[in-house]
């Protein structure tokens, strides 16, 4: 079944009707509704994003968009530039917005002695038709010289991290792409809210997610959830791509895999909440044919796992696990649980046994800490066995676009990170640490945290620990200080310095990186890896 059928479907069922706005996830925009999306009063889903419009978040969020001054005797520049959409036609059952997303930055990469710059000119059209259909689209056309560790991984993999193929390959210093996202949604009532879009998910109430993240580049897919009370059950099919199976072609282009994800939300209690979620990956075709979307993932209200068995188990499956409890009222834990693969026998034998593949994560998030409004903060701590993610094949494993779907190190790591942010009217300083061990690939064999690399050149079936291989100690440091021009296109200016380190007995990698420029565009884009 393909997307454009459900695309079909979807505007087929009713095409008049949905809110004015679109939320994309940006870590950095949902952190200034923590003190209502986590207070131990409220009831809201928050392990989901982006926020869709029956989600009681979504209410919050377009309040952030109404930060303004009294524009009533400015002029038309003056509102465009601080309060006001470029271009703003509301019609009452249909509204429609259109903005310039410029994102233009100056910097100096110390370390490498590179002078650093970006050059992005986007734009997004927004709107509504009706009170229940929404649109949004955004692109971005950019031009960039990056410091030298994100030019090596750019080189490396092909991809400008979280977005595209760089055009021109590792031959220039300047790198240059494209990036679009589109979005498609019509909620019918309080139950139901359906997605057709090009964009990413996340699952997960931290940083970082084991389960389901932002990491990689936008990817296609239709996305259901429903709501009945305290249960929010999200179902999303998608296709994805592989940059590095052969053969390539420019009849079909790069070769492709589909997923489907189910997760569900149980909200037990304004404090606690469990979701369990579930996942399968499978290749678009092998050498000898073609096997496209498999229909026997299409009901949305079965087990995937069982399917999968059904099918002869060709497939990769994924079983996981995300928490909360809010332990105070201005603070709350959380945790995830990955499940890979798992051989009882093996894992209680304690022999390292190759194929006991997890990952989890434990943290603490709060606001408004030591009684200072609109200070967040989050601790967090991730954790992935050797061979994680991986499979036999690299259009299998839990990869899309040379990136991971899940963590951005991959496997065979252990991390602890830490975000603080403080806003005071339109003024917001960010600071976050990172640091981390992982084993590198030492030999021709794969140690285990790279996941494109088939488990089945690992070194041996036992005695695998986590960073094994080459062991290397990460360090990152970010902080940045913003000033916010327009609430409707986050636009700001801001200043940035990053510090990384990356070193083993082999090498030290140092990165000293500071930045300024004047940026807009709600979307995360890594570099912290």
């Known amino acids: 079944m393909r997307l454009s059928f459900l695309l079909l479907i979807l505007l087929a069922t009713n095409c008049v009707y949905s809110q004015s706005k679109a939320y994309l996830y940006d870590n950095q925009l949902y952190q200034k509704i923590n003190s209502k999306a986590y207070n131990v009063d409220s009831n809201f889903h928050t392990s989901i994003y982006p926020v869709m419009p029956n989600d009681g978040r979504f209410k919050l969020l377009d309040s952030l968009s109404r930060l303004t001054t009294d524009s009533t005797h400015q002029s038309w520049v003056h509102r465009k530039l601080f309060s006001e959409h470029l271009i703003q036609i509301e019609k009452g059952d249909y509204n429609v917005y259109i903005d310039f997303l410029p994102d233009f930055q100056v910097g100096k990469d ?8 970006l050059n992005t000119r986007g734009f997004q059209i927004q709107g509504n038709i009706g009170k229940k259909f929404s649109f949004y689209t955004s692109a971005y056309e950019n031009q960039s010289r990056f410091p030298n560790y994100l030019t090596s991984f750019i080189n490396r993999s092909g991809v400008v991290p979280g977005q595209v193929n760089d055009k021109f390959g590792p031959t220039r210093g300047t790198k240059d792409w494209a990036y ?33 993240s932002d990491v990689a580049t936008n990817y296609p897919f239709f996305k259901i959830e429903t709501t009945l009370g305290n249960v929010k059950y999200v179902n999303i099919w998608a296709q994805m791509q592989d940059l590095t199976v052969s053969p390539f072609s420019y009849d079909n282009g790069f070769r492709k895999k589909w997923g489907v994800f189910h997760y569900l939300d149980w909200n037990v209690n304004t404090r606690f909440s469990v979701g ?11 050498d000898f044919g073609k096997r496209g979307f498999d229909v026997s993932y299409i009901t949305p209200i079965i087990f995937l796992r069982t399917v999968e068995g059904y099918n002869g188990s060709p497939d990769n499956a994924l079983l996981g696990f995300n928490g909360k409890y809010k332990i105070a009222k201005n603070l709350t834990t959380y945790g995830q649980f990955m499940l890979d693969e798992f051989t009882a026998k093996e894992f209680f034998g304690g022999k390292g046994y190759w194929a006991n593949k997890f990952g989890a994560q434990l943290g603490v998030r709060g606001f ?17 066995r050797p061979f994680t993610y991986s499979q036999r094949s690299s259009l299998l494993n839990y990869g899309h676009y040379n990136q991971p779907l899940a963590h951005p190190f991959g496997a065979n790591f252990r991390e602890f990170l830490s975000i603080w942010d403080y806003s005071f009217k339109r003024w917001q300083l960010r600071i976050q640490g990172n640091i981390a061990t992982y084993g590198l690939d030492n030999s021709e064999k794969s140690s285990g945290k790279d996941i494109f690399k088939s488990y089945n050149d690992r070194t041996g079936n036992y005695g695998n620990t986590t960073g094994q291989g080459l062991k290397t100690y990460f360090s990152y440091l970010d902080s940045r200080f913003s000033y916010l021009i327009n609430s409707k296109t986050n636009l700001r200016i801001e200043a940035g310095t990053i510090y990384r380190k990356e070193s083993n007995v082999l090498s030290v990698d140092k990165t000293t990186w500071v930045t300024f420029g004047l940026r807009s565009s709600f979307r995360n884009i890594y570099s912290d890896f």
């Open 368 to 384: 408004n800490a030591f009684k200072l409004k609109n200070l967040n903060f989050l601790a967090e701590f991730n954790t992935a």
């Open 180 to 212: 679009a996202t589109a979005l498609l949604n019509y909620t019918p009532n309080k139950y139901f809210s359906f997605t057709l879009g090009q964009d990413k998910n996340f699952i997960g109430d931290g940083y970082r997610s084991m389960l389901l």
């Open 110 to 117: 110390f370390s490498g002695k590179t002078n650093t710059w």
């Open 276 to 286: 369990f979620f579930e996942s399968v990956i499978w290749q678009n075709g092998d």
